[in-house]
C-alpha cells in the first residue's frame, strides 16, 4: 500500500515513560475546564478558581466544550490543566493537551470516571497537593490516523482511545482489507473495525470482545465488531507498527476517532493508523496499582451504558 503524507511515527520515535518519579511542580496558569451542562461543574471550577488566586496562581476558567479552535487557545494558555466533567471531556480536552504538552487532571462529573482522578468533594482539598507538585505524571500513547478519503488526503487525526473504521447508517456488515506493516493480514466482513490504544482497550474495544490491556504501555490494539468467523478475533501490536484499512462496501461506511463526529466513507477509502508522536500526560495522585483496584467495580459501574460510552 503506497505511503501517506503525515503518516503515524516510526519505532524510532517511541518511548513512552510509565510512572512519573514525581513532578517538579506547576507552572502560574491553571487552566480549569467545566462542563457547560453540568451546574455543578461551573460552580466548582469557580471555588477551584478562587482557591487558586488565593494560593498565588493565575486561574483560566473556561468551557471544556466551546469552538475546538477557542478551546485549544485556552489549553495553550495554560502550563497545567484541571477538567471537570466525564471522560468523554476528558478525552476531548487530553488531546489538544497532549498537542501542546500540558500534564492535565480530571474531576469525574461522569458515570465511568476511567480517566479522571478526583472526586468532586476531595477536588479543594487536594489542590495544596497539585500546587506543591506532589504527584505523578502517567504517559499515555495516542494513535494517529491518515487516509485518504474520495481520492483526498485526510489528518493527521490522534486518538486518546480508539480509531473506528466501519458500516454507517445502513444496517450491512463491510468489508474491510487489513495490512500490517504493509503486509496483508484479513479481510474482515463485520461492523467494523476498532483500532485502541491501550487507555482506550476498556472502552469500545473491550464491549467488542478485546483485551485489557495495562494503560500505561505502548501498544496497538486491533478488535473487530461483530465480525463473521474470523482464525483470530483480536490482536495487541507492538508500538512500532502501522495498520493500514482499506473499505469494500456497496453502502455507506464511516470513520470516528474518540466516538466523535464521522468522516464518511466510501469504497476505496484508505485508513492508516499507527501511534503518535504525541503523548498525554495525566498527573496522578496514587500508585500505579490503583487502576487494578479500581478497574472492576469501575466495570461493573458501566454495566447499563451504551458500550460506545464505556471508557
Known sequence: MAAMAGAPAGASDIAVTTMGVGWPGPGRRAGVFYHPRVAESRALADRLAEALTAAGAEPLVADAWQDI???????????WLIVLGGDGTMLRVARLAAAADVPLIGVNYGRLGFLTEIEPAHAIAILPRLLAGDVAIEERVLLRCTGMIGGQPIGPLDAVNDVFVGRGRVSRPVRLDTAIDGAPYLRYFADGLIVATPTGSTAYSLSAGGPVVDPTMAAIVVTPVVPHPVPIKTLVLAPERVVDIVVRTDYDAI?????????????GDHVRVGLSPHRARFMRLGAAGDFYSGLVERLHRGKSIRPREAQ
Open 69 to 79: 479552535e477557542a478551546l485549544d487557545g485556552c489549553v495553550m494558555s495554560s502550563d
Open 255 to 267: 470513520l470516528s476517532i474518540d466516538g466523535g463526529p464521522a468522516h464518511d466513507l466510501a469504497d
